[in-house]
Every structure is written in C-alpha cells, then in structure tokens.
C-alpha cells in the first residue's frame, strides 16, 4: 500500500512538468519557466498556458536605449470544468495577476523570437 502512495505521489509531483514547463514546487506555490505553447497544472486540476509575447519594445540586449521599453506575456488560465480566461501581463504595468484562487505572477521574461516566461503562483489572499 504504501509503494501505491509514494507512486501516486511522485506523478502528483510530476503533473506540473508533463505538458512541457518546467515547474518546481515549494510550500503552497509553484514556479514555472514555460516556452511558449507549454502550461502547468496547478494542485486544484487548473491549468495555465502561456501563449506567447506581443508589443514588445524592450531595448535588445547590448544597446543603450532611451527607455528600456516594456512587452505584454499573454497566458490562458482554465480553472477545472470553467472556460478559459486570457491574462496579459505586462513587464512594467501589470505584473501580478490574480485567478481562480491563485496569484500569478510574471518574474521574467527573457527576449528573442520565443520568449520564455517564468511565473510563480500562490494561493490568492
């Protein structure tokens, strides 16, 4: 019986990973560094998709720049059984989002022609 648990425990553990992010988890959040096209699955069956980058006018690596720019990351929350909700976060103005019962949060977004993203999620307050 308690092969079963440990078995069940480690594909739990794993669920964040299998749709393609990489995502750690540690206390009740998670952090994810997806490509875009790849989700993670939260604890409660939701899951979140990042899309991809849109109005980026970053300066680019090695260049000074006037304004270092910003750029809107556009992910896809769905929570269990619910339609899918669009989120757009943008580097400077909207970095924090909640949905559902969670926090999202965009702590990076790398530059190039696809983007990575890389998110924590916590409970909501």
């Not at 269990?80 to 926090?103: K, P, S």
Request: overall charge neutral; some cysteine; hydrophobic content about 40%.
């Amino acid at each position: 019986m308690s092969r079963l648990f440990a078995a069940l425990l480690s594909l739990t553990a794993l669920s964040a990973c299998a749709s393609g992010g990489a995502g750690t988890t540690g206390g009740d959040g998670l952090e994810a560094t997806l490509k875009p096209g790849e989700q993670v699955t939260l604890s409660d069956r939701s899951r979140l998709r990042y899309v991809g980058v849109s109005n980026d006018s970053r300066c680019p690596p090695k260049v000074q720049c006037i304004r270092a720019g910003d750029a809107d990351a556009h992910f896809e929350f769905e929570a269990a059984g619910a339609a899918a909700q669009t989120l757009v976060f943008n580097t400077e103005r909207a970095t924090r989002l909640n949905a559902g019962a969670w926090t999202i949060e965009l702590t990076a977004l790398s530059q190039g022609d696809a983007p990575t993203a890389t998110v924590k999620v916590g409970a909501a307050p």
